[in-house]
């Protein structure tokens, strides 16, 4: 039994408004509570149709406010996308409103298409030597304030917020043993790097001042019902999500439909049952057998689960059957 954790993509559902898709959020934090999940995380995209979490750092004081004792957090900021101060302050004042609750997940992606990215006026001509050097300036922003330090983060400065880095390839793998952070891998849309990213980060782990040894957390999508016909059915709305990302089709996150047949090409098919190659989707039996094969098989120290789900009372029944396989360690 390990720690189970949320990832909330805030969806704008079809037919829906993003006030709505805040309201959605609220009420997931409370039941993930409610039900004892470790974290509950927001991820930073923009431009998206069928994602409202943009302003990240003002969602997760929405979750924070709802809440009592989960973490709460980025999964995760793209870090190319800001000043390393801007983010310490933001997440500097999260601290304070939520003691000891907040995380800071970070990625190097840019979240976004390159138009948008170009509108956020991040330094797309950064090489990659820029990215750990923007982290460490982080770090040194969130701890305590030096007697030389010019530059102070307020609010931010000795908040000492937890930082995990993200990533779906090798390279953020490898820069999390070397830094001695925590390390989540996206394996809930990017399957293909999952083992060796685990088996690098750890091999390769050199403890630091914030983690002594190494801590795995694993994405995975989650789409449990009461049977396994209705949750094939419940996902079609993440397969038809996928389809449209791979169209660049840009629409707010998909009503389940009866048959995929006439929706995706055959090629589209394959590419989407291969990214969804770890998803947990039929009963709580089913889905209990691929946990453990995928907690057997990683060794994860944590699952960090995205429940694309259309309908909300459908969401919220998935996150409680999840908690049902008895594989979860209840915090």
Known sequence: MIPFSVLDLAPVNDGESVTQSFENSRQLAINAENNGYHRIWLAEH???SAVASAATSVVIGHIGACTQKIRIGAGGIMLPNHSPLVIAEQFGTLAALFPDRVDLGLGRAPGTDMATARALKRNLNANVDQYPEDIRELQRYLGDRQADQQIVAVPGV?????LWLLGSSLYSARLAAQMG??????????PDHLLEAIQLYRHYFQ???HLEKPYVMAGVMAVVAETDEEARYLLTSV???FVNLRRGANK???RPVDDMQHIWSPMEKASVEHTLAYALVGSVDTVRMKLQSFINTTQADELIVSIP??????RLKALELLTKTGMMNVM
Not at 158 to 162: E, L, Q
Not at 309 to 314: I, S
């Open 158 to 162: 000795g908040s000492k917020v937890p």
């Open 252 to 254: 707010p996150f998909p």
């Open 181 to 190: 952070l925590p390390y989540s891998f996206a394996s809930h849309f990017a």
């Open 239 to 241: 397969q038809q999500q």
């Open 309 to 314: 789900v259309h309908r909300l009372d459908a």
């Open 46 to 48: 923009h431009g998206m």
């Open 207 to 209: 403890p630091s001042e």
